[in-house]
């Protein structure tokens, strides 16, 4: 895949171009509402520095929670934000996050900062540069997935850690570009030979066992409950 060829795929998926309309909006109504401009930027550069915690704690916690499918009301949601994910790892129409997930974490997490820091003007700020950063978090997501091979180093070694997840262990590498938390709560591995192999990287623990007893993920899915979930589509 050329490098061309990975940016028409990026900016013609429908989710990054509500992001990219959304911070636009966000950005047109932070100048309408004005602020101190200090304020303005300590809004903007605190979520820039507080997405790469609350992304890995997202990913950990509830991407990889192993409560949600046990439960007929939230299989499908699961299913959709990390098991189709998991299960075949470069399929593009599951690459990105869904946005009735994504933006209300985004807002969530963006317009409570914004606003504390510095009123309106700031929270639209803040909410602009969390979608801008979920788009910059999608692009390097794609470069990992998608069969691109890039020529700058630190690209290939984030693509490289973060195939680890996939291919590996998912208990570790919830980074996307940054593995900092990842060091904090020691759950980062740099060389797959040095954390222990994961035998449920591909179905986050929906084992045949828990498949028969919580079955809703695997008839979405077309699996037959009580059998081996591997890959998409396969029994073992």
């Known amino acids: 895949m ?37 304020r303005l930027l300590v809004a903007a550069a605190a979520t820039v520095l507080i997405y790469p915690l609350v992304w890995y704690l997202l990913h950990r916690w509830v991407l990889h929670s192993r409560l949600l499918y046990k439960f007929p009301q939230t299989a499908s949601l699961w299913k959709r934000i990390h098991f189709d994910h998991h299960q075949d790892p470069n399929d593009l129409g599951v690459l990105f996050g869904a946005l009735y997930t994504t933006l209300p974490t985004i807002l969530a997490v963006t317009l409570p900062i914004g606003w504390l820091i510095g009123g309106p003007g700031a929270a639209a700020l803040a909410a602009a540069t969390g979608l801008l950063t979920t788009c910059f978090y999608e692009f390097c997501h794609c ?35 940054n593995y900092f938390w990842d060091r904090v709560f020691a759950t980062f591995y740099a060389e797959p030979k040095g954390f ?39 029994a073992e």
């Open 2 to 38: 050329s490098l061309r060829d990975l940016v028409v795929a990026y900016v013609t998926y429908p989710a990054i171009q509500a992001y990219a309309l959304l911070a636009a909006a966000g950005l047109g109504l932070a100048v309408y509402w004005g602020g101190e401009p200090l």
């Open 143 to 177: 470069i990992q997935h998608l069969p691109f091979k890039p020529k700058r180093e630190w690209l290939r070694r984030i693509k490289r850690y973060h195939l680890a997840h996939h291919f590996h262990s998912e208990h570790g590498n919830y980074g996307i570009t």
């Open 196 to 234: 222990p192999r994961s035998e449920t990287v591909f179905n986050l623990g929906y084992t045949d066992v828990e498949s028969a007893r919580y079955p809703w993920v695997a008839e979405l899915s077309g699996l037959v409950p009580g059998e081996p979930v591997l890959r998409r589509g396969r």
